[in-house]
């Protein structure tokens, strides 16, 4: 299986400054039609979780544009300018690219 | 409005079987793969296995091969998570949610508690 690996696993930040979350891959997440299908999910404390980012960097509607998403290959991240205090919950990600899909272990997003 | 509305709160004893459903509307129901997802007590999340209503082709996760049974009745729209035999281990909350290589859209979650 692909092993996601989330850095760091508890992020505290204060309100109105900047978070970023790192996710690498054991294997390059490039599938062979071309696309790079790696995501971004948010819960909040007691939701289900909920997709922010598909396929690396796009957004899903109606999320901040505060949220951002980058990488390539097996190195991927997780941008959150900004910080309000509806962001307070575990971020993962997940790659569809391989069999079985897989998701990192999560990281925690507290206030200061 | 896409929406998937999973069954209600279960709760069993060990050996006991159950069936857990999740009705999905708003969309081209046996178009789109139907994943569910296990996330046990304070833990992440799990990727079990995924179905395509259209034609029943069901996909699992190793980790959960042999067992869940996934399956679809098409007709009434609606996706099930099944197990024949329960295990105390088996006590989390498990998500139904659309797609194939991602998941855009989530149900609220069936809560399955096993204990003697």
């Known amino acids: 299986d692909v092993v996601l690996t989330q850095s760091p696993l508890s992020l505290p930040v204060t309100l109105g400054q900047s978070a970023s979350i790192s996710c690498r891959s054991s294997q390059s997440l490039v599938h062979s039609d071309g696309n790079t299908y790696l995501h971004w999910f948010q819960q909040r404390p007691g939701q289900s979780p909920r997709r922010l980012i598909y396929k690396v960097s796009n957004g899903d509607s109606g999320v901040p544009d505060r949220f951002s998403g980058s990488g390539s290959g097996t190195d991927f991240t997780l941008k959150i300018s900004r910080v309000e205090a509806e962001d307070v919950g575990v971020y993962y990600c997940?790659?569809?690219?391989?069999?079985?899909?897989?998701f990192g272990q999560g990281t925690k997003v507290e206030i200061k | 409005e896409v929406q998937l509305v999973q069954s209600g709160v279960e709760v069993k004893k060990p050996g006991e079987s159950l069936k857990i459903s999740c009705e999905g509307s708003?969309?081209?129901?046996?178009?789109?793969?139907i994943a569910w997802v296990r996330q046990m007590p304070g833990k992440g999340l799990e990727w079990m296995g995924i179905i395509y209503p259209g034609n029943s082709d069901t996909r699992y996760s190793p980790s959960f091969q042999g067992q869940v049974t996934i399956s679809v009745d098409k007709s009434i729209r609606t996706a099930y998570l099944q197990w024949s035999s329960l295990k105390v281990s088996d006590t989390a909350m498990y998500y139904c949610?659309?797609?194939?290589?991602?998941?855009?859209?989530w149900g609220q979650g069936t809560q399955v508690t096993v204990s003697s």
């Open positions: 708003g969309y081209s129901f046996p178009n789109f793969w």
């Open positions: 949610a659309r797609g194939y290589g991602g998941l855009d859209f």
């Open positions: 997940m790659q569809g690219t391989h069999w079985p899909r897989t």
